[in-house]
């Protein structure tokens, strides 16, 4: 641990920083357990999968219990009882499954200070794949059973033992295999089993994704466009389950029949969240204001903001173009400001439907088309990088397009700074309890045509941070060699001369420094710890200078609780960063939480 704190202190650029903490040495705390440090990480999504795990058991109990003392034991034995103990839990998970994509419930439900702090909204999509994951079990369970023990044991029963028990539910006839397959209860089954063996491998990461790994053949079927359209077989998939569930062997008493009560309210939600879309999406055809071409394949637009449309930064929108398909829907992280007068999206070509829209807006450009093609918007939506502002200490991420959901958070930070400079001009008084007291924004790209994505938005940063040094934004060009690599020395050299006579960075065309090579996130980690030491819960007193206002020092009361890490791009990286946040929080006095951008 001595050795990790000296080349965290060595890590330290030399200078103070503009956040210094008053520190009560009476109260200072040491690094803490590597158990309590996942405790306060993860114990939101513990308890959520706890409770989850906690009743599908009691289901699966409860069926298998109840179905050991029924006649039809005799048949099938235990084979019965996994069977529909399994059943019972498939129940639970369809309905279950069906919550964390009503999306618009979510964004609703998540500015309840309360339920957000108990429950890992931020989390909806990994728990809709852990459910996925629970269904496919209890498929396996209660399909393959009853496939492989039940329904033999039926057929090849003892006619005199089928007779006293269950003859009655199947006419006083003993079926065949081939028979019991042909029922409409089993066709059902093995429809729905079909069509799930088509959405959920479809769904996975390389197919949607169309990776490269897979064969050509292969890639050719895949893709985002099939992932949608094949995830839609959800709605066959519900309607021959209430078929399934109304013909069952073992009972004609309704009451019994309980599926149609454990998916009522959720198919209800959803289907009300659906309808929600059409009507919003309806009266939400935008005017396109404006329409850029980047280098990468990047298309930037320009909306028109609806009346009545109000966004917190961090958000994103749904978007719907009807030329290319009348039913998907994708979701773009918003680029624009809360306070903005209108809306804007980038778009970065990485899949078929994208690469289609980037094509019909080219074309558009190109030939001079007067009209481009229509575009229609949903949301906005709650994501977890909107939370930033609860938080004293930012830290975002973002890889390549990765960046998009952290640009509407700077403007947003700059837009406030603004007005608090107004303010405090206007009565001597400025208030900064709504923004950050300090966040870092680390933008990681391969190509340097990437800087020119947001270029207005770097200068308005730099602008304001001569006056409030809030936010410190670090760029890096990693095709480029590290600095130091003489292979990288010439351009270096370049670089910091013109920076000096022009005060422009030649890589990114703005006043901010442009890094070589891939980040050292270890002593990045090193320097945030050292600058931030002894953020954690608990009350501190902060002493902040803000420049530009009288050259005053405003005491600030906060109560200082975590660095917050947020991270968009991809998973690989995400590991890597949250191991970090983990190790550091154990091993110095600094507690980072860590969140990925989910959609």
Known sequence: ASEFEALCKASLPKGSSTISYKKNHGQQQGPISKA?????SYWRRAWIIGLWLTICFALFTWKFIQYSHRAAFQVMGYCLSTAKGAAETLKFNMALILLPVCRNTITWLRNNPGLNSVIPFNDNINFHKVIAGGIVIGIILHGGTHLACDFPRISGSDRSVFRQTIAANFGYQQPSYFQILSTTEVASGIAMVVLMMIAFPLATKWPRRQSP????????????????????LFVPVYALLIVH?????????FVEKTTWMYIAIPVLLYAGERITRAIRSGFSEVEILKVSL????????KLQKPKGFRHKSGMYIFIQCPQISPFEWHPFSLTCGPEDDYLSVHIKTLGDWSCQLYSLFEEAILTGLKQYPKIYIDGPYGASSQDHIKYDIVIMVGLGIGITPFVSILKDIATRLKKSSINHAACGEGSLEKIPLKAYLYWVTREQSSFNWFTDVMKEIADTNQKQAVVEVFNFLTSVYQEGDARSALITIIQSLYQAKYGIDIVSRTPLHTQFGRPNWFNIFSKLARRHRGARIGKKTSTFTILGLNTSHVTIYVTCKFLRVFYCGPMTLARELEKLCTKFSTKTNTIFVFHKENY
């Open 36 to 40: 309590e440090i996942l405790f306060r």
């Open 213 to 232: 790994s897979l064969p050509k053949s292969v890639r050719k079927v895949t893709g985002y466009n099939t992932f949608w359209y094949s995830h839609h």
């Open 245 to 253: 569930s109304m013909f069952l062997f073992l009972t004609d008493n």
């Open 294 to 301: 980047y280098p990468g394949k990047v298309l930037s637009l």
